[in-house]
């Protein structure tokens, strides 16, 4: 039998009815559609982080380092591709920890409620969470963030705070988020829990000007004691040490107290004792008590949750925080060849979502190009139809399942 030439467009439509959504951040979001969300998540953490308490730090810069670019939309968890580096790979993103534990908690609650739950609400849940859970402060934690579709290694080393940082720059970054210098004070303070490794500070011992020499506004007794028991070289880049030396599993004031002492550990730390502002802050909040300090550091957590929120209908619900719904391929296996399968994209511009009254939603209406072989001209059998169509009932349905 003579064999067929198969191109074009299919325009699928599918009726999708999409719940009304707040397009603002409130407590309790989920109450309706997954109440048992923000238990899910608590549970986990409480089950897991008596196990690891370090963790409850790690998960604290997570978040951070996610809400400084872009805004608090979980593109810090999405993974590279051949055609882009992530900020999961972006230098200050390298040591970063607790990637498993947040997927291990979507899929959870993935479980309960299918695409309904962002990883940024996950991310910022767990952080509080974990927090609490190691005897730290408790915030609220509004949900309703959505999550980002673009995530770029070369963003995240422009936004995120380098522990190497002078005043000057931790000024205008927290700025450019919309944060002062008491939520720079404050936030700061999440350093009175966790660990470092000794490159985000060694410099400051051996190196500081790059004439061999030792940063003068750190305190020389600490710093020979770090050179004699901890980071014994410049190139160190495995040793770990207490950011709050003494008291690192404890969400006390002791850091700010090492910061007088001129015993922070980062420069970025010794910079808050540069200006009067920060310093006379730093100083009323060791004047107070551990219950004024937990409740200024909940505001500062709160306002830093808001940073650049997708609510509503921007973003996504990623149902894999590490791979975003606008990167979905199915592939069709070329049965005649026996090769490695062909991958169908979406194409954007083949997207349209139009309002339906009568059905109380929305239609939406996505158009994609199957090609069968990898030369356009090739001419396949009949019998190759029948995989293409189960591959786009395949792929529709994962459309669906996705985005209702």
């Given amino acids: 039998m003579g064999g067929i030439r198969v191109s074009g467009i299919l325009a699928v439509c599918l009726l999708l009815v999409i719940g009304s959504t707040d397009a603002q951040l409130q407590l309790g979001f989920y109450t309706k559609n997954c109440p048992k969300a923000e238990k899910i998540v608590k549970n986990f953490v409480e089950e897991h982080i008596r196990n690891a308490p370090s963790l409850a730090a790690a998960l604290l810069r997570m978040h951070f380092h996610d809400c400084f670019v872009r805004g608090c939309d979980a593109s810090v968890l999405v993974n590279s591709t051949s ?12 040591t970063l920890r607790g990637f498993d534990f947040i997927d291990r908690i979507k899929s959870l609650v993935e479980a309960q409620c299918p695409g309904v739950v962002s990883c940024a609400d996950v991310i910022a849940l767990a952080a509080r969470d974990s927090v609490v859970a190691t005897g730290g402060p408790f915030w609220n934690v509004p949900t309703g963030r959505r999550d980002g579709v673009i995530s770029k290694s070369s963003e995240a080393l422009a936004s995120i705070p380098s522990p190497f940082s002078n005043f000057t720059t931790l000024q205008t970054s927290f700025a450019n988020q919309g944060l002062n210098l008491k939520d720079l004070v404050l936030l700061s303070g999440a350093h009175t829990i966790g660990v470092s490794h000794c490159t985000s500070f060694t410099n400051r011992l051996y190196n500081f000007t790059g004439k061999g020499d030792q940063d003068p506004d750190l305190d020389s007794e600490y710093a020979a004691n770090l050179k004699a028991k901890k980071c014994k070289s410049l190139n160190d880049n ?24 001129r015993r922070g550990l980062f420069q970025s730390d010794s910079a808050l004792t540069k200006s009067s502002t920060t310093y006379n802050y730093i100083k009323q909040l060791i004047q107070g008590s551990s219950p004024n300090f937990h409740a200024e550091f909940a505001k500062s957590m709160e306002k830093m949750g808001r940073i650049n929120v997708k609510t509503g209908s ?51 209406s996505v158009s994609f190009q199957l090609l069968v072989d990898a030369v356009p001209t090739a001419t396949v059998s009949l019998g190759s139809v029948t995989p293409a169509r189960n591959l786009m009932a395949r792929t529709v349905g994962e459309i669906k399942a996705l985005v209702i």
């Fill in 83 to 94: 055609s882009n580096t992530a900020e999961k790979d972006a230098p200050p993103n390298l």
């Fill in 238 to 261: 495995t040793t770990i040490v207490e950011m709050d030396p003494g008291s690192h599993r404890t969400f006390d004031l002791s850091y700010y107290t090492h910061l007088l002492k």
């Fill in 314 to 364: 921007s973003g996504e619900i990623r149902k894999q925080c590490a791979v975003g719904l606008h990167e979905v391929k199915r592939c069709v296996n070329a049965e005649r060849r026996g090769s490695d399968p062909d991958c169908v994209a979406l194409l954007p511009s083949g997207v349209a979502i139009l309002p339906d009254p009568e059905a109380g939603g929305c239609l939406l």
